[in-house]
Nanobody, 119 residues
Framework: QVQLVESGGGLVQPGGSLRLSCAAS????????MAWYRQSPGKQRELVAE???????NYADPVKGRFTISRDNAKNAVFLQMDSLKPEDTAVYYC?????????????WGQGTQVTVSS
């Protein structure tokens, strides 16, 4: 059984920073792309940033230059450093990973962590 567990969300003032973490556990043979998504009330879940197993990154336009995604392959973990936060960054942030646990890759999601940017 594979699980993704996120941590690091919370309340922060505009212009502040937060660091999200996500660790995968269970029967893991390999992890391909890892990503962060977010969802605000009334909106669809959207990609924030993704990173391949080779470290190639991709960011959504609204977060470019403010957010940094990274991963630790030895710990099966992915991180999202969020700087210069804006109220519009308020959302539930979800970790996503393509994990090989048997014969094929399966996509797993974390339970989500709330990020609120407000003064």
């Amino acid at each position: 059984q594979v699980q993704l567990v996120e941590s690091g969300g919370g309340l922060v003032q505009p212009g502040g920073s937060l660091r999200l973490s996500c660790a995968a556990s269970g029967s893991i043979l390999g992890i391909r792309t890892m990503a962060w998504y977010r969802q605000s009330p009334g909106k669809q879940r959207e990609l924030v940033a993704e990173i391949t197993m080779y470290g190639i990154t991709n960011y959504a336009d609204p977060v470019k230059g403010r957010f940094t995604i990274s991963r630790d392959n030895a710990k099966n973990a992915v991180f999202l450093q969020m700087d210069s936060l804006k109220p519009e960054d308020t959302a539930v942030y979800y970790c996503d990973a393509e994990i090989l646990s048997s014969y094929y890759y399966t996509r797993y999601w974390g339970q989500g962590t709330q990020v609120t940017v407000s003064s």
